[in-house]
């Protein structure tokens, strides 16, 4: 994704590469979001949120995005930050093929790091972990999904509403983000995107920065 909007639950100025900080980080200071801690089961933090509402020609809707975390990989399991895309109050934020919302449990190689035996959906994430080999990508995040494709089709006529929210699981420690990539919003499937490359993630920034350095640390 080289064009684009990113919205993260610390900064998005930190989200250029190359990652040279194991545990680059900022907070918001804003309180979680009620509906993503309710389907994440999670005590949030940091709540980053853009909802619009939009009507579609073709009653589908599809468009590209990378979810990316500072958690990787020494939280998998400990800390799993959450995003979704509620649309119309439904989270269409889903691995491909499956039921299984993205998030940091449920798109990663395991913790220890252990590719591919370990994890979940360890073939769809991209390892960029100074702990485990990284830096791979020029980007600051320790590593990300692959180009997953938002999907909802057979929408009703009319308007609908679409909430795109991220927060921090647990503490406020520890950067989570979201990539759209632009161009993709519509209501024809996009093109399939190529696998990642070395020159990944530069997207223009849409997101509440903060100056605060998180409490947690990496070891």
């Given amino acids: 994704i080289d064009e684009g909007i990113i919205l993260t639950s610390g900064d998005a100025l930190l989200a250029p590469g190359p990652n040279d900080n194991d545990g680059a980080s900022a907070q918001l200071g804003t309180a979680g979001d009620v509906d993503l801690s309710a389907e994440s089961g999670e005590i949030t933090n940091d709540a980053n949120v853009l909802e619009f509402m939009f009507e579609t020609d073709t009653s589908d809707l599809f468009f590209n995005f990378v979810f990316a975390s500072e958690e990787y990989n020494e939280f998998v399991f400990d800390f799993n930050d959450p995003f979704a895309f509620f649309l119309d109050g439904v989270n269409i934020a889903l691995v491909p093929g499956t039921t299984d919302v993205v998030s940091v449990d449920n798109v990663n190689c395991g913790n220890p790091y252990n590719p591919p035996a370990d994890g979940n959906n360890c073939d769809k994430y991209n390892n960029n972990d100074l702990d485990d080999g990284g830096p791979f990508f020029d980007i600051q995040y320790d590593g990300f999904t692959d180009v997953f494709t938002a999907t909802a089709l057979g929408l009703a006529p009319g308007p609908h509403t679409l909430k795109v929210v991220i927060a921090d699981a647990g503490d406020t420690a520890l950067d989570s ?16 995107m190529p696998a990642p490359g070395t020159a990944l993630l530069l997207a223009a920034g849409l997101g509440l920065a903060g100056a605060v350095r998180r409490g947690r640390r990496k070891h």
């Fill in 177 to 192: 983000a979201v990539f759209i990539e632009a161009g993709t919003f519509s209501g024809e499937p996009p093109e399939p």
